[in-house]
Structures are given as structure tokens and as C-alpha cells.
């Protein structure tokens, strides 16, 4: 499968648990996003990286939540303490990174449920 | 203001009918727009764009842009089941080309 994987599917946690989600992105992908997005809600940007570098954090990312692509290839998102305000979808996107405008290949999502 | 505003729907219309799905933009400095589809329990997926001289089409889908009134539209002729979804107008960020802006969606459910 060439395809971006996100695992697991589904999480559910209890409030004030630390929770980690995993993207594989598309191989030779150099770019990769994370979004979150809300039932009702088109996706909202997150993150992102251009290999192994984090250029860009949304000020929704709050100190709770850090991601990581330690060797430009998957990436790991992990939010602490979790608040029942964190249940979401949690998409991750890759595109190759050559230029302007490109288009994003996003996993099915990892669905979070804060109880 | 959001920089993309998109009526959320849902919209529920017949197989074989036309549809068309609207959003606004705020920046008329924008110059690229996109269209993705989002299939219940499954990502987005890009599904058209187009820059802002006009009118673009790939097979039963169109896309539109009218710059005077900072207007993007999809239209789907000959409307199929499959084609029940939620509909995402997006734009490239401010800040980054490489983050795009969503749409909050339209959902579209076609009636066979």
C-alpha cells in the first residue's frame, strides 16, 4: 500500500492520559502535516515538516501537544494531559515538497475520544 | 472573518440533478483554489483546483471562480450516489503556501 497510514484508528482515553498517533507517510514524501478536525468542521492546520524539520506551528498546537519526524520519515504526535476538549479526528497529510501549491495525500485519521 | 466561509448544508438532492456547492473567500489577493472530497470515516482527497482566471472542468465536475465577488463554486452534472460526500473549498495559507485553509464542508447526499 503506497497510500499515507495512520494508526491507530481509533483511541479512546480517559481525561489526563498521554496519547501518541503514528503517520507513515506516502516513501519520498519529504513534507508532512498534521490537521485536526471536529465533527461538522473542515480539517484545521496543525503542523508541519519539511524532512526532519518542524517549520510551522499552529496556535492550536498547545504546549500539551508535540510532534515529532526524528528521520524525515514517519512522524508521531503526542498530546499530554488530555482534555475531553481534544476529541477530534486527527489527519495526517504528506505531499513531496518540491514546490508551491501542492497536492496532500492524506491518511484515513486517527478518530480520539476523551472521556 | 474566516478566510474561507462554506454554507455546511447538508444538501440532499436526486440522482441525475445538478449540483452546485459555494464558498467565499475573504482575500481577493488569493489566486488558487481546491475542491476536496471527504468520504464518511476517510481523508480528504484533492479533487480539482483551479486559479482564479475562470472556469475548469474534468469530466462531470466544474469549477468556478468569480473574482469580483470572491465566489468559488463546484458543480456536479449528472449527480451519482457516489457522489454523496462532504465537499471542502480550501485555499493555501498566508503564511505558508504549504498549509492549506479549509472550508468547514458541505455535505452532499445524493438520492438514488
Known amino acids: 500500500d503506497t497510500g499515507v497510514s495512520q494508526n491507530p484508528r481509533h483511541k479512546i482515553t480517559k481525561r489526563g492520559q498521554n496519547v501518541t498517533f503514528r503517520c507513515d507517510p506516502i516513501s519520498e514524501h519529504n513534507r508532512l502535516y498534521w490537521y485536526r478536525q471536529t465533527l461538522g468542521q473542515g480539517p484545521e492546520f496543525l503542523t508541519y515538516f519539511q524532512n526532519e524539520a518542524q517549520l510551522e506551528k499552529s496556535r492550536l498546537l498547545s504546549d500539551r501537544f508535540s510532534a515529532e519526524r526524528p528521520k524525515g520519515s514517519f512522524s508521531t504526535l503526542e498530546i499530554q494531559r488530555t482534555e475531553q476538549g481534544d476529541s477530534a479526528m486527527y489527519l495526517c497529510?504528506?505531499?513531496?515538497?518540491?514546490?508551491?501549491?501542492?497536492?496532500?495525500?492524506f491518511g484515513s485519521g486517527t478518530q480520539l475520544s476523551v472521556l | 472573518q474566516k478566510e474561507v466561509e462554506q454554507d455546511p448544508g447538508p444538501l440532499s438532492v436526486p440522482e441525475g440533478a445538478i449540483v452546485s456547492l459555494n464558498c467565499t473567500y475573504s482575500n481577493s489577493a488569493f489566486q488558487y483554489f481546491m475542491w476536496y472530497r471527504q468520504y464518511s470515516r476517510k481523508g480528504p482527497e484533492l479533487l480539482m483546483y483551479t486559479y482564479s482566471s475562470g472556469n475548469k472542468e474534468d469530466g462531470r465536475f466544474t469549477a468556478q471562480v468569480d473574482k469580483s465577488s470572491k465566489y468559488i463554486s463546484l458543480f456536479i452534472r449528472d449527480s451519482q450516489p457516489s457522489d454523496s460526500a462532504t465537499y471542502l473549498c480550501a485555499i493555501p495559507g498566508y503564511s505558508s503556501a504549504s498549509k492549506i485553509i479549509f472550508g468547514s464542508g458541505t455535505r452532499l447526499s445524493i438520492r438514488p
Open positions: 497529510a504528506s505531499s513531496p515538497g518540491t514546490g508551491q501549491n501542492e497536492k496532500l495525500f
